[in-house]
């Protein structure tokens, strides 16, 4: 019994000091007040910084909801209330600029005019023409709530809704019901292939989304969609593991695989550790993914990891917040880390 107890030690110590990072302030010590609300890397993750100067200073560690933060070529943008928060890639402190937003409820995400802000019954945009006017392009009063706000690289906007997709090539003018298969979530886009999130499984188009067809998920549930370099990254759980996996499509989204086998060997590790100690077991919880580079990084309730060998191998770059799972995004080469207890 004593060599299966040395064992188990033995193990433990091994995996707990691999994933261990190497050297970056520990956000746990940050300072208080909103520190800890929004973390900046530019060196791929080595070492991180807390940008929270310049929000709010009422704003709670868990007061940034989904679908109030996005990334794009100008940098951050954070809702908070009716306020548009935005912080540049090279931001120094205070950090953050604001602007009010037309709807105190809204949802925001990026498109190529401008900022689209939306809520369960309607959308607005903002172009960037250097006015602060905010435009209603949908109304959804006779329709579902909506879900999710997408353009492609065409300029071609899909609204996702209880009852599928609107899709709109003329800037909101007029609309076209495509895809009324059920609720529609989560979109990305890659070498002209659309794929979507639909009932908690992955759908796919080739004609700009005039037309979509169901991508064979073995049987999972699918959480999220992001494009990576040359395809598809997406987050699916196993009703039978209870536990979210990587999988990646570098064929159009056609066929997909997993590709996070060596962080699972690290989660296993630790559960087997947790149960056999008498504490809840930990399931692999992944809730963001992307590419920065060659370079992917995902989070779960420990972390956040990267691979340089596209899943082969993680290693540990940032700690969990207070239990909290990061959501991830990028601007240029700079990754911005939102600890939630939400995930996607």
Known sequence: MKFYILAFLLL???????LLPDSHPDPKTENAGTAKIVFRSTD????????????????REDGIQRNSFFTNDKGLFLRVGNELYHSTPNATAPFWTKE??????????????????????????KTTNGTSIWSPIFDSSSEPRIRSVFETAGGTIFIGTDRGFFKTANDGKT???????GWAGNFAESNGVLVSTSMRRIIRSTDNGENWAL???????????????????AITSSSKSN???????YDGGKTWQPTDAGLQDKVFIDSIWRTWNDRPRVKAFMTSIIQVGENFFCTHPHGIF??????????????????????????GNVIYAIPSKGGC
């Not at 498109?111 to 809520?119: D, L």
């Not at 609309?175 to 298969?181: L, N, S």
């Open 175 to 181: 609309w076209e019901h495509v895809y009324a298969g």
């Open 100 to 125: 009010i937003l037309p709807d105190e409820h809204s949802s925001i995400t990026p498109g190529k005019p401008g900022i689209f802000a939306y809520n369960y019954w309607g959308v607005n945009l």
């Open 306 to 331: 990267r691979s340089s060998d596209k899943g082969k191998t993680w290693k540990l770059l940032l700690p969990s917040v207070q239990k909290k799972v990061f959501n991830l995004f990028v601007s």
């Open 12 to 18: 433990f110590t091994v995996f707990s000091f691999s």
């Open 215 to 233: 991508v064979d998920s073995e049987g999972g549930v699918t959480w999220d969609v992001k494009q990576i370099k040359g395809g598809f990254a």
């Open 44 to 59: 791929g993750g080595q070492t991180w910084q807390g940008i929270g100067k310049g929000l709010p200073e009422n704003l």
């Open 243 to 249: 536990t979210r996996r990587l999988r990646t499509s």
